[in-house]
């Protein structure tokens, strides 16, 4: 999620890569191939992140059949909240100046006005809801993440002056499961629930994912990663995977307030272990993907409007599809979709849309510390430059 673009905008210095001649720390070669400014790896594992939410968005429909509804289950528990530490990461350097509090408008909630505005239009015209509202403080389907991360990036500072920063982010979100009746406004379930990932990006280093992706981390994955999928295969028909989602309390779903900080902490520390099998398995190297890294905000907000007409339209009920060829045959279109919403022909159609330039409307005052576009950091895998910051928009 750039999506959600995580990329970022800042103008601190970016942490140096290895020398070229030397090995990457993990067994991984430098990134030599990277343009300026921008890091693979990231962008690398942004792309992977967005396959698959859009993927798992496919299989919505399909989860009639429990092999395909366990991968469902397990896929959700970290694809958000990878993308979600991912930005916290790509925070770190927000400050609250004028012009970044623009930037931040500009690249998230504009976009969130448009494409609620968007989809409301499509709900409205396919699937003949002629009753759904325009609203803008109840996001619908996938604007969530806009205004959620256009909360916790104001928020930066906060949480970089705070002794605790991580705890407190977890009582928050413990709290907010055990506390019915917060309403729908902004997805404030999710603003709090989710936060503990982006609080944790914030206090990440290069360091740490250069340990990530050490060859005993990658290698203790792939067994990890195998019984997941099978505790998964056992707990989708014995548990209820609205707790993935984040947008209820305990209360709403029918379970004991004390079940809420129970299931924040132990998610908590699945997604991050689970988080941390997907991005160890990241490539290091510029791949034929990893230009698509930089457009995942494109592949995030378009993808939807597939999806959702091929469900209002029923073609997913074609029987055919429902069989494991079929279910396979949906995956590779939703990942081929969704690179290619992140190719440049799309970026020049609707830029205008989804990264729309409006300096024109800027005027607050400027510096050289605070530049108009900003440039992601060159980051893991890279050795570690505890003095040097890492962006945010």
């Keep these: 999620m750039s999506s959600p673009q ?11 890569a290895p020398p070229k001649d030397r090995p990457a720390p993990g067994g991984a070669a430098p990134d030599t191939a990277s343009p300026p400014g921008r890091s693979a790896y990231f962008d690398n594992a942004k792309f992977l992140a967005t396959v698959l939410v859009v993927v798992a968005h496919a299989w919505g429909p399909l989860r009639d059949s429990r092999a395909v509804d366990a991968v469902h289950l397990l896929v959700y528990t970290f694809h958000m909240p990878a993308f979600i530490l991912i930005s916290g990461y790509f925070s770190r350097g927000f400050t609250a100046t004028p012009h970044r509090v623009f930037r931040l408008v ?43 991360l256009f909360i916790w990036r104001l928020s930066t500072p906060l949480w970089q002056a705070l002794r605790w920063p991580l705890g407190t982010a977890l009582a928050i979100a413990a709290l907010a499961s055990m506390t019915p009746g917060l309403g729908t406004a902004f997805d404030v379930q999710r603003v709090l629930q989710f936060l503990p990932f982006f609080v944790l990006g914030l206090t990440l280093r290069p360091g740490h994912f250069t340990r990530l992706r050490s060859w005993p981390v990658r290698l203790a994955a792939l067994p990890v990663g195998a019984g997941a999928a099978v505790f998964s295969y056992w707990a989708v028909v014995r548990m209820d995977d609205e707790w993935m989602f984040r947008r209820a309390s305990a209360q709403d ?32 190297r510029r791949t034929w993907f990893t230009p698509l890294g930089s457009a995942t905000l494109y592949a ?27 279910e396979v045959g949906v995956t590779v279109f939703a990942a081929v979709m969704a690179a290619a919403l992140c190719t440049a022909p799309v970026r020049r159609l609707l830029r205008f849309a989804v990264e729309p330039r409006l300096d024109w409307a800027y005027g607050g005052p400027r510096s050289r510390a605070d530049p108009g576009r900003d440039h992601p950091p060159a980051a893991a895998p890279v050795r570690e430059r505890e003095h040097a910051a890492a962006g945010g928009r």
Aim: hydrophobic share 55%.
């Design 106 to 148: 500009t690249t998230l909630l504009v976009p969130y006005v448009v494409f609620e505005v968007a989809y409301t239009v499509l709900r409205r015209s396919v699937a003949g809801d002629a009753d759904a509202p325009f609203t803008f403080f109840d996001p619908w389907y996938l604007t969530w993440f806009l205004v959620v």
């Design 300 to 326: 995030y907000l378009l993808h939807g409007f597939v999806l959702k007409i091929a469900q209002w339209e029923d073609w997913y009920a074609l029987d055919r599809l429902h069989t494991p060829l079929g």
């Design 6 to 16: 995580c990329a970022p905008r800042s103008g601190a210095a970016a942490p140096s």
């Design 253 to 284: 779903m029918g379970a004991p307030a004390w079940t809420g900080p129970v299931m924040t902490l132990a998610l908590f520390g699945c997604a991050l272990v689970l988080a941390g099998c997907f991005l160890s398995w990241v490539p290091g």
